[in-house]
């Protein structure tokens, strides 16, 4: 019950194109859910976040989108750049507990 | 000044060697944060430290040793490593014990060879 299932494992997409990665969870006391960006050789930067009261938080090219009623998110990455080719972890966390991460998804963006 | 700082970048070290890692911030943060991290994983916790005093301890072996002097400072002693230890060590902060609803600030990390 304390897993963030994440998917796909690695995503190929094209410039302009728009990526979406998929998160599920099980908890129903989570109550933030934050998407990480980490490029190689460098720690998790704080890429966007939700909480569950909202559906959809937009941040320039950046979308999480929230289903509460099927436990999912999911983070929506409009008109994609090779700049933004990273791995990309979600999370879930409740307060006064930990994250709990997904396995990430490589995101390779073709020029 | 939103940076989290460690040092070194790179370690090499024997399995009998000592060594410590260090992490600063500025930014007022009371909590901090070790975690560990594998090739292609997510990065699994291993020390939370609020208003400096150890909080959690994710049953890590006794060769890793957590030590925070003041707010702005926590260091990860290491001691006796075994090869398996190999990881990238990054360090975080956030500004208080709200747990992971608390944005965290990560360093850049330690990349840790144990031969």
């Known amino acids: 019950q304390q897993q963030v299932k994440q998917s796909p494992q690695s995503l190929i997409v094209q410039k302009g194109g728009i990526s979406i990665i998929n998160c599920a969870y099980e908890n129903t006391a989570f109550d933030y859910f934050p998407w990480y960006q980490q490029f190689p050789g460098k720690g998790p930067a704080l890429l966007i976040a939700i909480r569950p009261d909202v559906s959809e938080k937009k941040e320039g090219r950046f979308t999480i989108s929230f289903n509460k009623s099927a436990k999912q998110f999911s983070l929506h990455i409009m008109d994609s750049q090779p700049g933004d080719s990273a791995t990309y972890f979600c999370?879930?966390?409740?307060?006064?507990?930990?994250?709990?991460w997904g396995a990430g998804t490589k995101l390779i963006i073709k020029p | 000044d939103t940076e989290v700082t460690q040092t070194p970048k790179h370690l090499v070290m024997g399995m009998t060697n000592k060594k410590s890692l260090k992490c600063e911030q500025h930014?007022?943060?009371?909590?901090m944060y070790w975690y560990k991290q594998k090739a292609k994983k997510p990065p699994e916790l291993m020390f939370v430290?609020?208003?400096?005093?150890?909080?959690i301890n994710e049953s890590v072996p006794s060769r890793f040793s957590p030590e925070c002097p003041n707010s702005s400072l926590l260091n990860l002693h290491l001691h006796a490593l075994q090869p398996e230890d190999s990881a990238l060590y990054l360090c975080a902060s956030s500004r208080g014990l709200a747990g992971g609803s608390d944005e965290q600030y990560f360093g850049p990390g330690t990349r840790l060879t144990v031969t």
């Open positions: 930014m007022g943060h009371r909590a």
């Open positions: 430290y609020s208003y400096e005093k150890l909080s």
């Open positions: 999370a879930a966390s409740r307060r006064n507990y930990q994250l709990i």
